[in-house]
C-alpha cells in the first residue's frame, strides 16, 4: 500500500488598513502584537509589546482607503524570512569569530571581525531587499465589517 503524504501550506495573516492606494499598490497598516497584548494588565506592564508596521502589497483587487483588509502571506515564506533575519547572520558570524581565533588565536579580533562580518551581512541584505522581496508574496482580503 502506498501512502502519499501531502503537507499543507498554512497562512500567517494579519488584520490591517489600507491607507495608501496607487494603481493596483496599496499600502497597508497593520498592528503587529506579542502574546501579551491581549491581557487585561497590559496598561501596566512593561513587558506589552504593540507595533504598527506599513506593508506595500500589490493585488489587483478593487479596494479604497480606509478598507479592512486580511494581509496574509504563505507560512513557508515566514520561515524563510527567519532563515535571513536570524539563522544565516548567526552562521555567519559563528563561522568567521571560529575561523578567525583559529587562524590568528587573538579573541579581540575575533569578535570584532565577526561583528563587521555581521555588519556586513545585514548591509548586503539591505542592499540585495528589491531582488530578496520578489520572493515575498502578499495577498489582500477584504474584511466584510458587518461580519465583526
Keep these: 500500500m502506498l501512502v502519499l503524504l501531502m503537507t499543507y501550506d498554512t497562512e ?17 497598516k497593520i498592528i503587529s502584537r506579542s502574546a501579551c497584548a491581549g491581557c487585561h494588565t497590559r496598561g ?4 506589552s509589546d504593540q ?6 502589497v500589490v493585488s489587483p483587487k478593487d479596494l479604497a482607503v480606509g478598507d479592512d483588509v486580511w494581509v496574509i502571506m504563505a507560512e513557508r515564506q515566514g520561515r524563510v524570512a527567519v532563515f535571513y533575519a536570524f539563522v544565516l547572520p548567526f552562521l555567519v558570524m559563528t563561522i568567521i569569530l571560529i575561523l578567525v581565533y583559529v587562524l590568528a588565536g587573538d579573541e579581540r579580533l575575533a569578535g570584532l571581525l565577526a561583528l563587521a562580518g555581521l555588519g556586513l551581512y545585514y548591509l548586503g541584505l539591505y542592499f ?9 508574496v502578499f495577498t489582500l482580503e477584504k474584511i466584510n465589517n458587518e461580519k465583526r
Design 128 to 136: 540585495s531587499r528589491r531582488h530578496i522581496g520578489k520572493d515575498f
Design 12 to 28: 500567517i495573516s494579519h488584520d490591517g488598513r489600507v491607507i495608501e492606494k496607487d494603481n493596483d499598490k496599496y499600502l497597508v
Design 44 to 47: 501596566h506592564c512593561p513587558a
Design 51 to 56: 507595533a504598527e508596521k506599513l506593508i506595500e
